[in-house]
């Protein structure tokens, strides 16, 4: 999480990832497989724990070394990991729970066929699908903002443990493709990327955030000038970008995996970072 990014004392009010969680299980609150109490009190003394932290940090006479929060937000990428965890493993119900109600509406549509019930009682069946199909897709909504919420904190809490890099220079290291870049980005320039990407590669780039999106204002994440590109940064498409940009002198950063063994997450962030928090 950002929080270990605060750099000036400035912002007062970071509580924004409590709303995520909030949201998240007030939606599944007439469910029956996702946990709301026991996760939601971990996510809000985490929390605390983090801002306490922050705010001692803030303080000139208490300087608390940086590696501190590092490792605080070492604990809240692990939350972000348990709460994704535990919104894929509530997938399966939700899955199921369309494919029994749509069965149960084929067998309703043949009985109305047949002259055996009432329109009303088929219409009524049909409502039941329609909910249950959109309580999945939001379920999946809820567990790809997830994936990009950990995705980004990975990414932050990583680059919170190593050194910035000077203009120009390239590393590969602690899971980070990192170039720190020698122009400015914004994203203006981003036209003339999708271009080029279509050129090559026949397709359109995978484009997962342009700017400031919901999930970096809920990380409090400055993301005004940044995109984020859903390509493997050891992929074909993932070095053919890198490269490019290399070549452009425009910054990025690739990470290879937000969960261990997984390549979920992974992407290459386009555009300088900016690890303050800004105020919401
Ligand atoms: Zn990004």
Known sequence: MCLAFVHSPGWSEPTPLVGVFEDRHRRFASGTVVPTVTLRAAIASLLVVVLLAASASAE?????????????????VRALADYHATLERARPSYEAHVQAVAAAVAERRA?????????????????A???????????????????RMLSESVLHERLARLMPLPPGRYEDASGLVRYAGTTRWSLRDLGELKAAFSRAFGRPLPVSAVGQTRVHDRLGLDHRNAV????HPDSAEGRWLMAHLREAGVPFIG???????SATGAHV????????????
Do not use: K, N
């Open 60 to 76: 000139p006479a208490r300087r608390t070394p940086p590696t501190s929060l590092a490792d605080l937000s070492a604990d809240v």
């Open 111 to 127: 009985l109305y066929e047949a002259g055996a019930v009432a329109a009303s009682a088929m219409e009524e069946a049909e409502r």
């Open 129 to 147: 699908l329609a909910d249950a199909q959109q309580a999945l897709a939001e379920h999946l909504e809820a567990i790809e903002e997830a994936e």
């Open 228 to 231: 984020d590109v859903a390509v």
């Open 255 to 261: 990470l290879r995996e937000a969960i261990p063994g």
């Open 269 to 280: 962030h386009v555009g300088p970072t900016s690890p303050r928090l800004h105020a919401r």
